[in-house]
């Protein structure tokens, strides 16, 4: 855990910024495109945002999920899920992933495991953040602050099939390490030792790591926001 203190932000303010990066990161499908014009009004004007969504509406949708996939899903240093960057898909990694559903859980939600998607994925954070409680939210990804920082080296410096540099969900990432206090000291060596790093090695599965029930629905799917 970073030694942060809340003296750049608060994160009630984020919230805003959290809803809309809760919808763009996520896979894109026609209901993502359809409540662009909802998400653009969280955040009007906001320049590191603007071309990702004029992305999201001017690309067609099977090249977007292509895009998509190649990116988060194809590149280790580009994966949406917090916890990777630090353990891998390590037994330790199951305990981490443990202590996000804890964290929702002293919040007053629950993770729905029939989604099939993982508690640590950036999107669920984020709208977990803007719609439940900013404070643990906060935490969370101060927690994983280096995974964040690594997460937009990688889109910053993702080449593309034509020449050029950085990736369209870039602005996303740089948009939310706007919302975070800036890296000082040990935060900055931790994020650079786990760039020249990368994940651990994988040792075992991710069986079991959700021993605890879930008792009720989860209210912060990953997507749009309610």
């Given amino acids: 855990m970073f030694p942060f203190t809340r003296t750049h932000a608060r994160?009630?303010?984020?919230?805003?910024?959290?809803?809309?990066?809760?919808?763009?990161?996520?896979?894109?499908?026609?209901?993502?495109?359809?409540?662009?014009d909802a998400v653009e009004?969280?955040?009007?004007?906001?320049?590191?945002?603007?071309?990702?969504?004029a992305h999201l509406r001017d690309t067609e949708?099977?090249?977007?999920?292509?895009?998509y996939v190649a990116t988060f899903d194809h590149t280790r240093k580009c994966a949406l899920y917090l916890t990777y960057f630090s353990y891998?898909?390590?037994?330790?990694?199951?305990?981490?992933?443990?202590?996000?559903?804890?964290?929702?859980?002293?919040?007053?939600?629950?993770w729905d495991e029939s989604t099939g998607e993982l508690p640590d994925h950036l999107c669920a954070v984020l709208q977990f953040g803007a719609t439940v409680d900013a404070d643990a939210a906060w935490r969370l990804l101060l927690d994983h602050r280096a995974a964040v920082e690594m997460l937009r080296l990688a889109l910053t410096g993702w080449r593309n099939d034509d020449g050029t540099t950085g990736s369209p969900w870039a602005g996303a990432l740089v948009a939310l390490c706007d919302t975070l206090p800036t890296l000082q000291g040990d935060e900055a060596d931790a994020v650079?030792?786990?760039?020249?790093?990368?994940?651990?090695?994988?040792?075992?599965?991710?069986?079991?790591?959700?021993?605890?029930?879930?008792?009720a629905p989860a209210t912060i799917p990953v997507g749009a926001p309610r």
């Fill in 192 to 215: 650079r030792r786990l760039v020249e790093q990368g994940p651990p090695a994988e040792e075992v599965g991710l069986e079991g790591y959700g021993s605890t029930p879930i008792i």
């Fill in 11 to 36: 994160p009630d303010t984020a919230r805003p910024v959290w809803a809309a990066l809760s919808v763009l990161l996520d896979y894109p499908t026609p209901a993502l495109v359809a409540s662009l």
């Fill in 88 to 110: 891998g898909d390590t037994r330790r990694r199951g305990m981490a992933l443990v202590h996000f559903k804890e964290a929702y859980r002293a919040a007053g939600v629950e």
């Fill in 61 to 67: 949708i099977g090249q977007l999920q292509e895009e």
């Fill in 41 to 53: 009004a969280l955040v009007p004007g906001h320049a590191r945002l603007a071309p990702l969504i």
